[in-house]
């Protein structure tokens, strides 16, 4: 008797990434720079995206989609600090976000006025790589007390980032942490991708991350994208 074999997984994921792709359709129709956010929990994420919000708000219409399994706190922190468009999006159990998430949540934000959406992703270094949720570029955050190696223990989410930035570096003398050896293990699995070190907590580096997000953000407004 024979035995069929289903491939639910790639059965999903194909799926999401056929949905993930008509979101960046739609939003490319509207000039929409969609920015996906992931890290480990703790990473600093929502510190440095209060900083990034603040210098990118100056010259473009920004809104935050913060996801969360429970609670309201960041989403509260980042509109207290930054007074843009925030709305926070709760997965119940689920660790990652799927581009039917993704859409509904930009559907409750609204992206009509807005020249950029940014979404922080799950704390998580696994599952949030395996789902695409149709953003422009992934901005995958490695902080110094995660340790230099990460890239090398989860690879899929340092092959899908876009930009890397290493963060917490004012705490880098107290822990065993390589930058070169850091960027190193990223090239290994992402041999082109562009890493910024910087401190959200003490603003050196924030400014050049945000720079390289104006320029994205701008080339999608011109429709050069």
Do not use: W
């Not at 270094?125 to 695409?132: G, H, I, K, T």
């Not at 945000?210 to 701008?218: G, M, R």
Request: net charge negative; with cysteine.
């Amino acid at each position: 008797m024979g035995i069929k074999v289903v491939e639910i997984k790639e059965d999903i994921l194909s799926r999401n990434n056929i949905g993930a792709k008509k979101i960046r359709e739609d939003l490319k129709a509207k000039k929409v720079f969609y920015l996906n956010v992931m890290s480990s929990p703790g990473s600093g994420k929502t510190t440095l995206l209060i900083q990034l919000v603040n210098y990118l708000k100056k010259d473009f219409s920004v809104g935050v989609i913060e996801a969360d399994i429970d609670s309201q706190v960041d989403a509260a922190a980042l509109a207290q600090a930054t007074g843009v468009k925030t709305i926070q999006m709760h997965t119940g159990n689920a660790c990652h976000i799927t581009c039917q998430m993704s859409e509904e949540a930009l559907a409750a934000l609204g992206t009509d006025g807005l020249d950029i959406v940014i979404l922080e992703n799950i704390g998580n270094l696994v599952c949030p790589a395996e789902f695409d949720t149709g953003a422009n570029e992934n901005l995958v955050l490695l902080s110094v007390p995660e340790g230099d190696d990460k890239p090398l223990k989860y690879p899929l989410m340092f092959e899908v980032a876009t930009v890397v930035a290493i963060t917490k570096t004012d705490v880098a003398e107290v822990f065993d942490f390589s930058y070169e050896r850091a960027v190193s293990n990223i090239h290994m699995r992402n041999k082109d991708v562009p890493v910024f070190i910087l401190s959200a907590k003490e603003g050196g580096g924030v400014k050049e991350l945000a720079e390289y997000i104006k320029e994205k953000a701008q080339r999608v407004k011109e429709g050069a994208v």
